[in-house]
């Protein structure tokens, strides 16, 4: 059974933190590559952060050191802490799943996902 659900999204103050739970179904938690995207408003969806399965990381650069990729095996659900929000964060944000087709390691790209939840809202107001 293929199953991502996002869930944690709200609207936040700037400077302020949220963290967002995905909670997977055990064949797409399996999957080698999980990661955070997110698409604002007449932006292209970008990718945001991956994780894979030994917990290797990799971070869009916009988001270092104030956003945090977690995940609990015994839950099967992928987290993401968001910390020191701003404006621009501001965002439809989407668990995926996947595998490197594009590497030999995962990263946050689109094209190395299989599966895709349905996405929650981030909203920072200034």
């Known amino acids: 059974q293929v199953q991502l659900v996002e869930s944690g999204g709200g609207s936040v103050q700037a400077g302020g933190s949220l963290t967002l739970s995905c909670a997977a179904s055990r064949y797409t938690y399996n999957r080698p590559c999980l990661g955070w995207f997110r698409q604002a408003p007449g932006k292209e969806r970008e990718g945001v952060v991956s994780?894979?399965?030994?917990?290797?990381?990799v971070y869009v650069n916009s988001v270092k050191g104030r956003f945090t990729i977690s995940k609990d095996n015994a839950k099967n659900t992928l987290y993401l802490q968001m910390n020191s929000l701003q404006p621009e964060d501001t965002a439809m944000y989407y668990c995926?799943?996947?595998?490197?087709?594009?590497?030999?390691?995962?990263?946050?790209?689109?094209?190395?996902?299989?599966?895709w939840g349905q996405g929650t809202q981030v909203t920072v107001s200034s």
């Open positions: 995926a799943a996947g595998f490197a087709y594009s590497g030999s390691w995962c990263r946050p790209l689109d094209i190395d996902y299989d599966y």
């Open positions: 994780i894979d399965k030994y917990g290797n990381t």
